[in-house]
């Protein structure tokens, strides 16, 4: 167990639903992290957030993703209008930004989705 | 026994020897990289990181070699036992330019024959 959570675990849901997923980081952790890893593949980034700023959400794989931490805290990643497409593990991480550039990110077990 | 990362994805070797783990990336900028352990369901778990200005660090029956020319990186696990089966993946950090973003390699499936 590295500290970071994830909720929930697993979810199956329709296409065409809304889903959401929560992350909760290491308390002391400033940086968070969400990928999403396909079978046989490594981790994906898709963008990542330094305390309650997103700093970089390009990678966002379309406009029906989105993702927030409103207080520095948790945050949320939320897919509108699923598609069978988007049927994968999606991975949080965090990290402590250290002035020496060294920012090794804990990840947390993941939430799998299944899209039918 | 060795890998070489991408073109041979999968490493088998006996319980007690020594595994070499490959690993070729993209950018030359990159100026931070992570080696990741992947169990089967759970998410990847850190291992052993090194900067850019460092060709070798070494942990607790790990070592990571670092070859800025050519781009490479490798993962060397001493006496290899069945709990490091597992997938490995080396992620480069590419720095504050790209929004400090991790880009990580298909990955190696090792398998530890006891």
């Known amino acids: 167990d590295t500290g970071v959570s994830q909720d929930p675990r697993h979810k199956i849901t329709k296409r065409g639903q809304n889903v959401t997923f929560r992350c909760d980081p290491i308390?002391?952790?400033?940086?968070l992290y969400w990928y999403r890893q396909t079978l046989g593949q490594g981790p994906e980034f898709l963008t990542y957030?330094?305390?309650?700023?997103?700093?970089?959400k390009s990678r966002l794989l379309s406009d029906r993703f989105s993702a927030e931490r409103p207080k520095g805290s948790f945050s949320t990643l939320e897919i509108q209008r699923t598609e069978q497409g988007d049927s994968a593990m999606y991975l949080c991480a965090s990290s402590f930004n250290r002035d020496s550039g060294s920012y090794e990110q804990y990840f947390g077990p993941g939430t799998r989705l299944t899209v039918t | 026994g060795e890998s070489v990362g991408l073109h041979l994805p999968t490493l088998s070797v006996q319980e007690g020897d020594n595994s070499i783990i490959n690993c070729a990336y993209s950018?030359?900028?990159?100026?931070?990289f992570i080696w990741y352990k992947q169990e089967s369901g759970k998410g990847p778990q850190f291992i052993i990181d090194i900067r850019s200005n460092m060709d070798k660090r070494q942990g607790q029956r790990v070592t990571v070699l670092l070859n800025k020319t050519v781009k490479h990186l490798s993962l060397q696990i001493a006496a290899t036992q069945p709990g490091d089966s597992a997938v490995y993946f080396c992620a480069e950090n590419m720095g504050a330019n790209t929004g400090n973003q991790f880009y990580f390699g298909t990955g190696t499936s090792l398998t530890v024959i006891p």
């Open positions: 957030f330094q305390n309650e700023a997103q700093l970089e």
């Open positions: 950018n030359s900028a990159s100026d931070y």
């Open positions: 308390s002391e952790h400033n940086r």
